[in-house]
């Protein structure tokens, strides 16, 4: 798994990498640090002060693992920031070793095409961004790979995740139980349905995803929400540390994303959002 | 040995009810038995009359017979002590004949499957029908199947008479299990936050019998406030208790809302 981690040098950022540290300490994914400094009428370059600031999450991460349990390579002090491509810096460190890789990347320019190009470019699995970001939407709707937006701590011990007709992939699945494993919680499993003989295909689905999960030794909640009831719904039962939900080809949140009320709805609570392609 | 029957449909929530059963099975000495109540045809439809109806018929219950057989099959893989399903042929209403077979059957405990939903109309159906009035037996209503680690919530709007006490402890004699009570008070409207306030009489009987049985009493709370204000409190455990609530009641919206096994009791 290559994750994605968008950072600016809003303190939310800090939160964000935290957050992620435990992620990758549980699945030694590679990882790619990018910092974005949005174009201004500057020369396009970088200033010390973002550079000085990308490295401290750069520490950050290491110092999430223990020592002698670390799978990326060391952060040397000795370090230079090259433009590798025009707008694109990387941070180069003489520091060799790790078995994964931990890239640290600057891009200049607007942040939602800088961050989706560097998603292409590194091809990443999961695009993990702060919950103040501007181009969070855009970034949600546009994104080949899932996208996780962190919002604010909330430790609530649940997990949500809204099944509907779209297709389950093994890797979305198994991001959602490292997920579980991240937020520490249970794992609540929505299906949604209006129609009657929806609920048969709705079901199954649940039941497979029930020995799915407890085949891994988690024993998830199961419920079902008409699509009429889904606005109520997560106003009144907003107890989630995260939402997740699958916005494949065939996905309600797919059709509904960009302009239905529920993305707005979900923006406008505490949970963090995941959502799974 | 208690005599444990569950009554099934070829469907998810029958699913869980059987895997709640069987998880209950591993803890206490029980038969578990399945049945269902054949249905003639499906309700509202009506096929030609006679011969080509009575035909059409047959063809319909041996369709269901042979969809729960397997589901109960494919459960037993996973719970040895899951008998081999009864159908209780067609003829009056289901519930009817499903009271008649738990007191035929001597059955101490009857479970039922049901998906938890966010809208309640389900939940008030079921609370609202002749089988959960009548209660021939105690009635486990399984929506999810959590450990049993998560414990026991007893709630009621007051009385818990020392027999209630009696018959959930004949049943369940699990010592370990963590037991809380919450009495509600449901005097608040839903925009104000519930609050914990003095407690008051009605649940001493019941306490004291579960303690001299061995029982572990975590907790006991008294809470003033609304369905909506209360629904985190029966949101995490892995059963509540309760008498059968009147359909529509602030008790029976407070059940509605949680997505855990609930055991009626009368």
């Not at chain 1, 981690?5 to 699945?27: G, I, M, W, Y």
């Not at chain 1, 689905?205 to 009429?228: H, T």
């Not at chain 2, 999810?144 to 009696?166: D, H, R, T």
């Not at chain 2, 949101?235 to 855990?260: E, Q, T, W, Y």
Request: charge should be neutral.
């Amino acid at each position: 798994m290559r994750i994605l981690v968008a950072l600016d040098q809003d303190t939310r950022s800090a939160h964000t990498l935290s957050q992620v540290t435990r992620l990758l300490v549980n699945t030694w994914a590679n990882v790619t640090l990018l910092g974005i400094v949005p174009r201004t009428s500057g020369d396009g370059g970088v200033s010390p002060d973002f550079v000085a600031t990308m490295h401290q999450y750069h520490q950050a991460v290491l110092e999430g693992f223990d020592a002698g349990d670390r799978p990326y390579a060391p952060a040397d002090e000795d370090y230079e920031i090259a433009e590798i491509r025009p707008g694109v810096f990387e941070k180069m460190g003489r520091a060799a070793g790790g078995i994964k890789e931990l890239t640290v990347r600057i891009r200049v320019g607007d942040p939602t095409q800088a961050i989706l190009e560097e998603a292409q470019d590194c091809g990443s699995d999961l695009i993990v961004l702060h919950g103040d970001m501007d181009s969070r939407q855009k970034i949600a709707t546009k994104a080949d790979c899932s996208v996780l937006i962190v919002k604010e701590q909330r430790d609530t011990g649940r997990i949500l995740c809204f099944l509907d007709d779209d297709l389950l992939s093994q890797k979305s699945l198994e991001m959602i139980t490292q997920m579980a494993v991240l937020f520490n919680a249970e794992i609540e499993i929505a299906g949604l349905t209006d129609k009657q003989p929806q609920e048969g295909t709705i079901e199954s689905k649940l039941d497979w995803l029930m020995r799915y999960f407890n085949r891994k030794g988690i024993q998830p909640w199961v419920q079902l929400v008409a699509l009429s009831s889904l606005e109520e719904f997560i106003l009144k039962e907003d107890h989630w540390s995260l939402v997740t939900m699958w916005i494949g080809e065939t996905s309600i949140f797919k059709r509904l994303f960009s302009v239905n009320k529920v993305a707005k709805l979900l923006q406008s609570r505490k949970s963090s959002v995941l959502l799974l392609r | 040995m208690r005599n444990t029957s569950i009554a099934v449909e070829a469907d998810l929530a029958s699913r869980i009810a059987i895997r709640y059963a069987c998880q209950l099975g591993r803890s206490l000495e029980m038969n578990i038995g399945t049945i269902h109540a054949l249905e003639p045809g499906e309700e509202g439809r009506s096929i030609a009359t006679g011969w080509v109806r009575q035909t059409w018929e047959n063809a319909v219950v041996q369709e269901k017979i042979e969809q729960v057989t397997q589901m109960v099959k494919s459960e037993q893989a996973g719970c040895r002590r899951l008998e081999n399903p009864i159908f209780l042929p067609p003829g009056r209403h289901r519930d009817d004949r499903i009271a008649e077979h738990l007191r035929s059957n001597q059955s101490d405990l009857l479970v039922e499957g049901m998906l938890h939903r966010f809208e309640p109309d389900q939940f008030m159906q079921k609370v609202g029908s002749r089988l959960y009035r009548e209660l021939p037996c105690p009635i486990l209503l399984a929506k999810n199947v959590p450990p049993l680690s998560k414990g026991v919530l007893w709630v009621s709007e007051g009385k818990v008479p020392q027999p209630m006490a009696k018959a959930f402890w004949g049943l369940l004699p699990l010592p370990s299990i963590e037991l809380q009570f919450l009495v509600c008070r449901f005097g608040r409207p839903p925009s104000e936050a519930a609050r914990e306030i003095a407690p008051t009489s009605g649940i001493e009987d019941a306490v004291s019998l579960i303690n001299s049985e061995g029982g572990s009493i975590k907790r006991i709370s008294t809470v003033d406030g609304s369905p909506s204000s209360m629904a985190a409190m029966v949101r995490d455990h892995f059963l509540v208790v309760s008498s059968v609530p009147r359909a529509n009641s602030p008790m029976a919206k407070l059940l509605s809302k949680s997505p855990c096994s609930l055991l009626f009791l009368s």
